[in-house]
């Protein structure tokens, strides 16, 4: 079974923190994402990878950054976490390239930043 | 930037009933995607439509991607408490940044 797995379900940092998000695939997907979700707004995409080492800015990449040290790892960083950084985040992998393709979720980490 | 409408944004049933759910964009998709996403959960991949006017039925579900790829339909039959969830399409980009429409949210009750 193919999976897309999140470090942790629910967080509560403070303002101010450092907060590491950290996403891991098992099907040596080259393609991976960071959305966030929110009421009314959907799912917007922060930051993206196509290879390790490699990062392309989203819609919205204000305030976060991304590491890719490893093909099966990416994850996102929130600098210097504010509250409205609280929302859902959700990691998704895909293969490149081809139509078709498919993006495979994680189950979503709930921060949120008091 | 291309500009996804669904619709309706909210739709509470009761169980038995049929409902449809709409995508439309102003631009012309090469194929579109539809995923599911429950409660706690990401969103799961349903169904690609690719052709224009192409008709995809998965169980209770059908899938319809207009004659000019610029819109699609699902139409749940006899909706079950099980069908409550997020529905989101997303124009197939080729593995690249996905882009989702605002989502269809869908609650079947009891």
């Known amino acids: 079974d193919v999976k897309v797995t999140q470090s942790s379900r629910y967080l509560v940092k403070r303002t101010g923190e450092k907060v590491f998000l950290e996403c891991v695939q098992d099907m040596d997907h080259e393609n991976m994402f960071w959305y966030r979700q929110d009421p009314g707004l959907g799912l917007r995409l922060i930051y993206f990878s196509y290879d390790v080492k490699m990062k392309e800015k989203g819609d919205i990449p204000e305030g976060y950054s991304v590491s890719r040290e490893k093909k099966e790892r990416f994850s996102l960083i929130l600098e210097s976490a504010s509250t409205n950084q609280t929302s859902m985040y959700l990691c998704?992998?895909?293969?490149?390239?081809?139509?078709?393709?498919?993006?495979?979720f994680g189950q979503g980490t709930r921060l949120t930043v008091v | 930037t291309q500009l996804l409408e669904q619709s309706p944004q909210f739709l509470s049933i009761q169980e038995g009933e049929n409902l449809t759910v709409y995508c439309n964009s102003s631009?012309?998709?090469?194929?579109l995607q539809w995923y599911r996403q429950e409660p706690g959960e990401g969103p799961v991949l349903l169904v690609t439509?690719?052709?224009?006017?192409e008709v995809k039925k998965l169980k209770r579900l059908t899938f319809q991607f207009g004659d000019a790829r610029k819109d699609s339909s699902l139409h749940i039959t006899a909706a079950q408490p099980g069908d409550t969830g997020l529905y989101l399409c997303?124009?197939?980009?080729?593995?690249?940044?996905?882009?989702f429409g605002p989502g269809t949210r869908l609650s079947v009750l009891p």
């Open positions: 997303a124009p197939d980009r080729g593995g690249q940044n996905f882009v």
């Open positions: 631009s012309v998709f090469s194929s």
């Open positions: 439509v690719v052709t224009g006017g």
């Open positions: 998704a992998s895909s293969f490149p390239g081809a139509l078709n393709t498919e993006a495979f």
